[in-house]
């Protein structure tokens, strides 16, 4: 049994009793505390373990200021807010979430999609005013056109399947060569053919220093006219700014929905966008995955305390 764990910006309410149970068997103590008060250091300072929230900032700073630390966890799939590669340094396992939300993410891409490209929003308000005229209605289907994958780990790869199994096109940009989908008829490339040739895409990316702005402006640029290009992952692998122009002058589509990631002002600002569709963060938001995320994360502090850990991000 390890002595002590620090969640930092949790409140012991919102962890079903189960979880928190299998929790504190495995520690002689546990402690909740908020990132930005004042004792923190003091509190975690003679911890081994941190589990923090998907925004909760773990830096250098923090981290040498608990010489005993060896394992953080997120309560997430993003651990971008976590400095992973110093905690590497430091022989601290960084464990995420892993794809506990593939299924619910996935099937909110095609759900938008075809909201979309079927104005059903616009169909539900006309029958509302019981008009069931069809002649403001002449939609297309997507079977044979291109959808463009970038990133093709676990929710990317979903994604490309589900529009193989539709009749779409797959173009994927990834590190690596996915057979498991390329099997199934989805071709990789370079980034550029994948924004260039695509009506639509998916930006299914971790963020960290290398894809932290990568969709820039030159790379909007490339974007096909009418092209319909969906961000269910962090804002900052895009140029906003360039992003909400493109979409202004009527020749994309954007839509996304890390709504809370981003100013207040600026998501008041698309809203008002023309061709900006902005959804609360609720793509992940599924019985199903909000099982899998609290089961996931507890079984990695579990499987890490039994000197197995997964899902590490930086081993």
Known sequence: MLTKAVFIDFKETEIEKKYLDRIRRLFESIVFVPRDNSTLLNV?????????????????????????????????AAF???????????????????????????????AVLFEHTRELEKAKQQARKEDYSLDKF?????????LGVIGAGKIGSRIA?????IGLKVLYF???AKGDIEKKGAKKTELENVLS???????????NKETEGIINKERIGLLKKGC???????????DQEAMMEKANCGDITFIFDHSDDIDVALAK?????????VYPPVAFRTTEANTARWETFVSNIECFVAGKPQNVVNG
Not at 230 to 238: D, E, V
């Open 44 to 76: 975690v300072k003679d911890s081994q373990v941190i589990l923090a929230r998907i925004s909760t900032k773990i830096d250098k700073d923090l981290i040498d200021a608990v010489p005993t630390l060896r394992y953080i966890g997120t309560l997430s």
């Open 80 to 110: 971008d807010a976590v400095d992973a590669k110093y905690a590497r340094s430091k022989q601290i396992d960084v464990c995420n979430l892993g794809g506990y939300s593939t299924e619910a993410v996935s099937e909110f891409f095609f």
């Open 138 to 146: 002449m939609d297309f289907e997507l079977s044979g056109k291109t």
């Open 161 to 165: 399947e589900i529009g193989l199994g």
């Open 174 to 176: 990834s590190r690596e």
């Open 197 to 207: 040739e695509s009506a639509f895409v998916s930006l299914n990316l971790a963020l």
């Open 228 to 238: 319909v290009f969906i961000n269910l992952a962090p804002p900052s692998l895009i």
């Open 269 to 277: 600002r698309f809203l008002g966008t023309k061709n900006c569709i």
